[in-house]
């Protein structure tokens, strides 16, 4: 997997790129991730960015310096890439959207800041536009910390066994089931018992069933896209 930000606060990134699961898929090269700083492609001594938004309030990011970067992101790189811009107006970000980004040759993020971008740019160079969700944040950087988080647990030993990861092709489209540690009682509550019985069978069928009936209350609007057959198959009743 190889991702190029282009974003005006790298630092956003350090931390995010050397912590936790993130950080060790970067150090042992299972991802590459590679920042640009959109204001080494800024203009004068001030590395200008971003101008007024005509005829109306706030900034936006020029199209000049982010073609620049782009430029600089596809450098030495002449295959297929796909240019992402995160935005509140953007399509709404799914797992199956994350699955298809997993798969591109090189994703470019582009993090927008203030107003966002020059919509020109965006016509010319954006290849998708997506939303993590109906609020607005101040910029970019956070939605593209989730697509790249999402993205590096579905490549190969990312994420360690019990993972989840194996599981999803089953749990498509449906919540998680729930999830206990030890202690086995805590303050009077018992974990459900089939947990600690070893009967592998059994605990795949309840978590199965806790799953369904987690997204039935929760989420009802996924069931229409999840494999209700496939379920059905297994012996899950709902
Ligand atoms: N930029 C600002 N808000 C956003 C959101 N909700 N999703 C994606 N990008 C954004």
């Known amino acids: 997997m190889r991702v190029t930000i282009i974003t005006a606060f790298p630092e956003f990134f350090r931390d995010f790129l050397s912590t936790s699961i993130i950080g060790r898929a970067v150090e042992t090269g299972l991802i590459n991730v590679n920042l640009i700083n959109l ?13 007024y938004s005509f005829g109306g309030d706030g900034m936006v990011l020029m199209a000049e310096p982010l073609s ?16 992402v811009y995160p935005s509140p107006q953007g399509a709404m970000l799914t797992q199956e959207m994350v699955e298809s ?16 971008i020059d919509e020109r740019f965006a016509g010319k160079c954006v290849d998708l536009e997506v939303s993590i969700g109906d609020y607005v944040l101040t910029g970019g950087e ?16 990312v994420v360690g066994r019990g993972g989840a990861v194996e599981e999803d092709s ?39 069933q806790q799953s369904v009936q987690r997204t039935l209350r929760r989420r009802p609007d996924l069931l229409s896209r999840a494999n209700i057959a496939s ?7 709902l």
């Open 231 to 237: 379920y059905l198959e297994k012996g899950v009743y």
């Open 142 to 157: 956070i939605p593209a910390m989730a697509i790249i988080d999402a993205m590096a647990r579905l490549v190969p030993n």
């Open 39 to 51: 204001r080494e492609y800024g203009f004068g001594n001030y590395r200008q960015i971003d101008d």
């Open 170 to 208: 089953f749990f498509r489209g449906m919540l998680d089931f729930p999830h206990y540690t030890r202690p086995a009682l805590w303050e009077g509550d018992q974990v459900p018992p089939v947990l600690i019985s070893g009967n592998e069978k059994e605990i795949d069928k309840w978590r199965k």
């Open 68 to 83: 620049k970067a782009l430029e600089k992101a596809r450098e030495g790189h002449q295959g297929v890439d796909t240019v």
């Open 101 to 116: 980004l997993a798969s591109r040759e090189h994703v470019i993020i582009i993090c927008g800041h203030y107003e966002g």
